[in-house]
């Protein structure tokens, strides 16, 4: 008697904050999803998955919508099997950790995808977890812009559509082809795939931006629309521009010609990059940014990720 084919690959998702509900949702709302696994790291999520109807309800434009389906496996000490695909969602600082509690069941086959904000989880993530190339997981890396915000376990408001550049880190296999195309076909990401180094580019500029919006909201505890309002915070932004622009200047990759021709050095100009993070500050004017929510809520900040990135990375790449 054969057995039946083997059915697409399993997507595992650590992490149900806003990104990982979206995330799952999006997957799991195509017309042929993937099997997808919640892994819950507290075991209070568990009742709180119970409360919430056992699934996850995303709300657009008014309308929400709570259709997928979705396993769980719970607390994350217990699941076993290897892990073929991962998508990262928890908070940048919780990442080493909370893949420490899975790193037995990723090897050289598996593909993480890393969904956080700032720079510099992957390189970390490589140190303390992976050390050795030969288990070492295919990287990809997501830069999110979507606005999303939570209304409760489990139930996210997905309130400015915006998309998702996503793509290999440097040095990854294709065997990370099947997560990545499954992210594109994800219709309601908006995703789009991007090759490493401009990748790498992409993730730089989204760098700069929070390094100026999301720190000068928390200094002077206002949404990012009035950053560009005040004539006291601009001038104080536009040094720290023209800071941020010499440092990532420095960058290797940045001393570099495009291949066609660009000068990616202008792309990271003071002028180019105030340009940016003014059309970020306008689109994104209502909203408090992650910084101000982490500072208000009393949790640790990303700073370290962001504007520590600079910081450190200054002193790596000179
Ligand atoms: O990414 C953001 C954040 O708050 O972390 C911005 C773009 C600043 C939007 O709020």
């Not at 893949?99 to 992957?122: C, D, P, W, Y």
């Not at 949404?223 to 440092?247: C, H, P, W, Y």
């Not at 990059?273 to 500072?295: H, I, P, R, W, Y």
Request: hydrophobic share 40%; net charge neutral.
């Amino acid at each position: 008697m054969s057995s039946p084919p083997p059915g697409p690959p399993q997507i595992h998702i650590l992490g149900v904050g806003n990104l990982g509900r979206l995330f799952a949702h999006a997957l799991a709302n195509t017309p042929n999803p993937p099997p997808i696994t919640l892994i819950l790291h507290r075991p209070s999520l568990l009742s709180d998955w119970g409360s919430a109807g056992r699934s996850i309800s995303i709300t657009t434009h008014g309308l929400t919508n709570s259709a997928g389906v979705y396993d769980i496996e719970e607390p994350i000490h217990s699941g076993s099997g290897m892990i073929e695909n991962l998508i990262i969602a928890t908070k940048t600082l919780h990442t080493a950790k909370a893949l420490e509690a899975v790193k037995h069941r990723l090897n050289a086959q598996s593909t993480i995808l890393f969904t956080q904000n700032g720079m510099g989880t992957t390189e970390e993530v490589t140190r303390l977890i992976f050390p050795e190339d030969a288990r070492r997981p295919n990287y990809l890396v997501a830069i999110t812009s979507h606005g999303v915000y939570s209304e409760g376990p489990f139930r996210s408001v997905f309130a400015g559509q915006a998309h998702v550049s996503i793509g290999r880190v440097s040095g990854s296999s294709t065997k990370s082809r099947y997560l990545l195309d499954q992210i594109v076909a994800a219709k309601l990401l908006n995703a789009t795939e991007f090759e490493s180094r401009e990748l790498r580019l992409l993730q730089l500029e989204k760098l700069m931006i929070n390094a100026i919006i999301n720190p000068l909201t928390v200094i002077y505890n206002c949404r990012n629309g009035e950053l560009f309002k005040r004539a006291d915070i601009t001038s104080v932004m536009r040094d720290l521009l023209a800071e941020a622009s010499q440092v990532v200047s420095s960058l290797p990759e940045l001393r570099t010609r495009e291949d066609g021709g660009n000068d990616v050095a202008e792309r990271f100009s003071k002028v180019n990059l105030e340009l940016k993070v003014l059309d970020v500050a306008e689109k994104t004017a209502a909203n408090t940014s992650s910084m101000l929510q982490d500072f208000r809520a009393g949790r640790e900040t990303e700073v370290g990720y962001i504007n520590g990135y600079i910081v450190n990375g200054e002193r790596t790449w000179n």
